[in-house]
């Protein structure tokens, strides 16, 4: 090769050279090796159907320490998983979940919405998710509904069928917090603090794991007022990856959840390295 088109070669090879992720910011890999608990959010809904049966094994196939559950009453008072107050989103049916019997919602299509793979998916009771998780992976369960009824059938459904210990309940208030303190102690819980000044009251109330919204993070004062209660940090990734994780990890949580809870912890890990 002659010795200008040699030069030229030499000059363009790292410009045609794969691209390669930039080296984390200092801390960063502390700081992903010091996140203890992965949870996936509804499930693995980026990946499955949210709140079903599939979507929670794929959880513990990924590796996740949790997945992450809402818990709705119908109107003949049977647990079932879904977000949403109404039926629509995720079964095509009109109505709110408290309109409908259990043998009604469980004759609804949760999957084919989703993704048509998924046709004759159903949504699953309580039971039936605590069961399929049970030796296999944590459930969270988000707390939809206020009251003590409520709150009592939830917890009789966690010791019939659940793992108490491996139970984290995510309460939405301090009534809640201090209610399932009595019904259900072996378990965690996780404050679902409604608004930034929530922080302190559940905590009083004795909540150990504070979530923040990311969008709530411009405040830097929020982060150290958790601290110096003696909580601990959890945050959401949605889709888990290096984009999100990043900023995230400034804060040290201890706790991070994700959509997709296989690549948050594939971005953990790769954000670690190797372990020594």
């Known amino acids: 090769m002659p010795p200008r088109l040699f030069a030229l070669a030499a000059a363009l090879l790292p410009a045609l050279a794969p691209a390669r992720a930039a080296d984390p910011p200092q ?5 992903a090796a010091r996140v203890k608990e992965v949870i996936g959010h509804k499930g693995s809904c980026a990946d499955r159907p949210e ?20 818990v709705r009453t119908t109107k003949d008072g049977a647990l079932v998983c879904l977000h949403d107050e109404d039926l629509a989103r995720t079964t095509g049916q ?6 409908f019997t259990l043998a009604e919602v469980q004759k609804l299509d949760a999957g084919a919405a989703f993704d048509k793979k998924y046709a004759g998916v159903r949504v699953p009771t309580l039971r039936e998710v605590l069961a399929e998780a049970k030796g296999k992976v944590g459930v969270m369960l988000d707390l939809k509904e206020p009251g003590e009824e409520y709150g009592k059938t939830i917890a009789a459904e966690v010791r019939g069928s659940g793992e108490p210990k ?11 917090a201090r209610l399932f303190a009595k019904l259900l102690p072996e378990a965690r819980q996780i404050g679902l603090v409604p608004t930034e000044k929530d922080i302190e009251p559940f905590a009083a109330a004795g909540v150990k794991v504070i979530r923040l919204w990311p969008k709530w993070l411009t405040d830097a004062a929020l982060v150290p007022r958790v601290r110096k209660l003696g909580c601990e940090l959890h945050l959401g990734t949605g889709m888990g ?10 804060h040290d949580p201890e706790s991070l ?6 690549r948050l912890l594939k971005t953990l890990a790769e954000l670690a390295g190797p372990k020594k």
């Open 27 to 31: 801390g960063a890999a502390r700081s």
């Open 94 to 99: 009109k109505g709110k979940v408290s309109a």
């Open 166 to 176: 491996r139970t984290v309940v995510g309460v939405r208030s301090v009534e809640q």
């Open 51 to 70: 709140n079903t049966l599939v979507g929670v094994r794929r959880a513990a196939e990924a590796g996740a320490q949790a997945a992450e559950v809402d």
């Open 257 to 262: 959840s994700s959509d997709d809870p296989a």
């Open 241 to 250: 990856t290096r984009a999100e994780v990043l900023p995230l990890l400034e």
